[in-house]
């Protein structure tokens, strides 16, 4: 193992329970949850420095959010890349941390998605804004989000043959994981899921189909939530309560359609090498896969970028290794039940990092024993126009 | 209720759509390195070159991927059936989102890698979209 660095640890981390919160606005979820992670980890208010924000709140977020927290940071930052933006924000915060720039930063989401009854995967994307060239080029045709996801899985199964079942794997392991944690359970009931208890693949295959080849199964829920992490130097962790959790490497990228580009390849592929690199370790080393779940097909994309799999070969390895926590071989997957049945507000990417920091302090309710080593990797945007790619490798002490 | 439509001032898709009033499909060139670009800019995306010639497009080629939705909640699409939303790889080399026409079932009639050929959907606007259908 090449000489990982630790100079920024995950300290504090707190998800907002409920997934159904009506009388409650994001940046009140935002507040809330930054104070819980604060005294998860043993610190304060007035101990925040820095503050990473992905613009869901009003205004100019960066000043705004500050004012209505009440703090001065030294450093802000509000990188906005969707549902990936909080892996972008923990490598920020692990490269302002260790140039000295900040020694506390926070990361918070809220969203009342659910409340507000945005039709996030079944709306038509675009025709809303200020006019641009790829709007332009993308309104008229109809393409819900969901339907963007599928062309990835048509040209996938076209490509590598892979099949439903294969996919539907996926959700049968996130269900699994979700059915342990009472949380997700009570997401699960209060989103008005039908039938809650674990799912075969024949019950995800047999589902109604949304956007072919995706059923109702391969798609995640639209919810309420939000979260917080608090991530700090080492100096700062030495005092903390809860044990930390070491950033050991960080890669972001972009990928967009091009003339004969593939679009069963993600930004992932640039990514994950950048972040694997850093850390000095292999995906096979990896106990717990924290990956965006908008969709199955995100998944089965996403392990075979961050290299646990060749490029196609995604459906023999969900089939060979299962994914769950107690798999005997192969990384446990999305064990807070993912944001197909526990919590998809928008933009999941805090969700993994808090996921992953659970699993390495051994607190998970579907806990992978011994585990050491965790990947988040968040997606934001659109998997077959154009999106972008955040890759967290993170260890226990 | 009509389909949401491209937006103007945009100028770097503008002379796109000006042409598909005459069912023109055009597509961009730069003639140095013979790069085709697409979506429509006034720059290369390759080389940052502002010097660029438009050229029109057979409007024949292949189907890359596709999806068929079933379930859209906005008022221009939600009565319309399943439909099918497609990337088409033309000729020329350039990739363009549309949706895949003249098919009597979309979920069992569109292949990826099935040929297909522009079809003009003229809107209110003036303006047309290019679709494509199964190629003759």
């Keep these: 193992m090449v000489s990982q660095t630790r100079d920024a640890a995950i300290v504090g981390i707190y998800e907002y329970p409920k997934r159904k919160a009506p009388g409650i606005t994001p940046l009140q979820i935002k507040a809330e949850c930054a104070e819980r992670a604060l005294e998860d980890a043993g610190l304060s208010w007035k101990d925040v420095d820095g503050l990473y924000d992905a613009q869901d709140g009003p205004g100019m977020s960066g000043l705004s959010l500050s004012e209505y927290f009440g703090f001065k940071p030294n450093v802000i930052d509000t990188t906005a890349v969707g549902g990936s933006s909080y892996e972008f924000h923990a490598a920020h915060a692990k490269r302002d941390i260790a140039a000295g720039k900040c020694k506390v930063a926070l990361l918070t989401y809220g969203s009342t998605a659910h409340s507000d009854a945005r039709a996030i995967g079944t709306g038509g994307v675009g025709g809303v804004g200020a006019p641009s060239p790829i709007d332009n080029m993308q309104a008229p045709w109809g393409m819900t989000l969901i339907s963007n996801y599928a062309m990835v899985a048509h040209r996938h199964m076209h490509q590598y043959g892979t099949t439903s079942e294969q996919l539907a794997r996926i959700a049968v392991a996130t269900r699994a994981h979700a059915m342990r944690n009472p949380e997700a359970v009570q997401a699960m009931t209060d989103l008005l899921y039908q039938d809650i208890r674990e799912i075969t693949t024949d019950d995800v295959v047999n589902s109604r189909m949304v956007a072919d080849p995706l059923h109702l199964l391969d798609c995640c829920m639209v919810s309420d939530g939000g979260g917080a992490v608090v991530i700090a130097s080492p100096e700062v962790v030495r005092d903390t309560k809860k044990p930390p959790v070491w950033i050991i490497g960080a890669g972001e990228a972009t990928k967009y359609s091009e003339n004969g580009g593939d679009i069963t390849v993600s930004a992932g592929a640039q990514s994950a090498p950048v972040a694997f690199g850093e850390a000095g370790i292999r995906p096979d080393e990896i106990d717990i896969a924290m990956i965006y779940d908008s969709f199955t097909i995100t998944v089965m994309v996403m392990l075979e970028d961050l290299g646990f799999c060749k490029k196609g070969e995604g459906g023999a390895f969900v089939t060979e290794h299962g994914l769950r926590f107690d798999s005997p071989t192969g990384p446990a997957l999305n064990t807070d039940g993912g944001g197909l049945s526990s919590n998809h507000p928008g933009m999941r990417g805090i969700f993994l990092l808090l996921e992953a920091a659970r699993q390495l302090r051994g607190e998970s309710t579907s806990q992978r024993e011994g585990a050491k080593l965790a990947v988040a990797h968040g997606n934001g945007g659109m998997l077959a126009t154009s999106h972008t790619g955040g890759t967290i490798i993170l260890a226990r002490d | ?136």
């Design chain 2, 1 to 136: 209720m009509s389909r949401p439509q491209p937006r103007f001032p945009e100028p770097d898709t503008q002379p796109f759509w000006d042409a598909t009033r005459e069912h023109k499909l055009m597509y961009q060139v730069d003639p140095k390195t013979n790069d085709v670009i697409f979506f429509p800019r006034r720059h290369s995306p390759y080389t940052g070159s502002r010097d660029l010639e438009w050229r029109e497009s057979k409007g024949e080629g292949t189907v890359y991927s596709y999806s068929v939705v079933r379930l859209n909640r906005h008022p221009a699409f939600k009565d319309l059936g399943p439909y099918a939303v497609a990337y088409v790889d033309l000729d020329e080399g350039f990739r363009i989102l549309t949706n895949i026409v003249g098919v009597a079932d979309p979920v069992n009639d569109v292949k990826i890698g099935m040929r297909v050929k522009v079809q003009w959907e003229d809107q209110e606007s003036g303006i047309a979209l290019p679709m494509f259908a199964p190629a003759r």
